[in-house]
């Protein structure tokens, strides 16, 4: 008989971002209070779950969500560096619409490309970083489940590629909230099911904190 394991791809809880900048890989940006409520909803979400490995993004916002859910199951924290937020050329700046970096003309060479994208890191290293991540994370929890805290992008970006879909995409029209899990079900190493769900609620794509 094949083995069934599940990797839960989980998205951070919300950010503490006044400024409303993009944040990207910048250090010392941590869960608001409302992004710690939310890792506490995941946790008892999944507390019923057969959950023996947890690892996370070396981003402080991936390891602080992971913290309820670590000490619901008893388990020590892992990071995997192929979790990390991905790489963009705007990180420190505020992009969104009507902010002056979208405005300014010595950014306009950096939106040549969407398809690659040219600004950040390309969709499809993404997706193999993340899918790499995703096989670690299923062989170390094989029979079992397993939780890989993340960030939307390379979550969504992952989630394309499995589904076969195209990788650029209007970031407007990701499914993918703060503390939402896409899980990820394997008989063995093939991968049979994809599913989605917002424990915490839903949340815009583009919100400050985000």
């Known amino acids: ?5 599940v990797v839960h791809l989980l ?9 409303g900048i993009l944040y990207g890989r910048l250090p010392g940006f941590r869960l ?12 008892e979400f999944l507390s019923g ?4 490995h947890v690892v996370t993004s070396p981003l402080e916002r991936a390891r602080q969500t992971a913290l309820p859910l670590l000490a619901a ?8 560096d192929r979790l990390i937020e991905a790489d963009n050329l705007f ?9 002056g970096a979208l405005r300014s003309p010595k950014n306009w060479p950096k939106l040549l490309n969407p398809f690659l994208p040219s600004w950040g890191e390309p969709y499809l290293k993404i997706a193999h970083r993340m899918l790499a991540a995703v096989h670690r994370a299923r062989a170390a929890a094989e029979g079992h489940e397993a939780v890989c805290v993340s960030h939307q992008l390379p979550v969504w970006t992952v989630r394309q590629f499995l589904q076969g879909d195209r990788l650029w995409h209007d970031p407007r029209h990701r499914q993918c909230a ?33």
């Open 91 to 99: 990180e420190g700046q505020r992009v969104s619409v009507g902010d």
């Open 49 to 52: 779950h057969d959950i023996v």
């Open 1 to 5: 008989m094949s083995t069934r394991t």
């Open 178 to 210: 703060l503390a939402s899990l896409t899980s990820l079900e394997f008989e063995a190493e093939r991968l049979v099911g994809i599913s989605y769900r917002e424990p915490a609620g839903p949340s815009g794509s583009q919100v400050a904190g985000a």
């Open 32 to 43: 608001s209070e409302r992004g710690e409520r939310q890792a506490e909803t995941v946790a």
């Open 11 to 19: 998205r951070h809880g919300e950010v503490h971002n006044p400024e």
């Open 73 to 80: 199951h008893q388990l020590t924290p892992s990071i995997d």
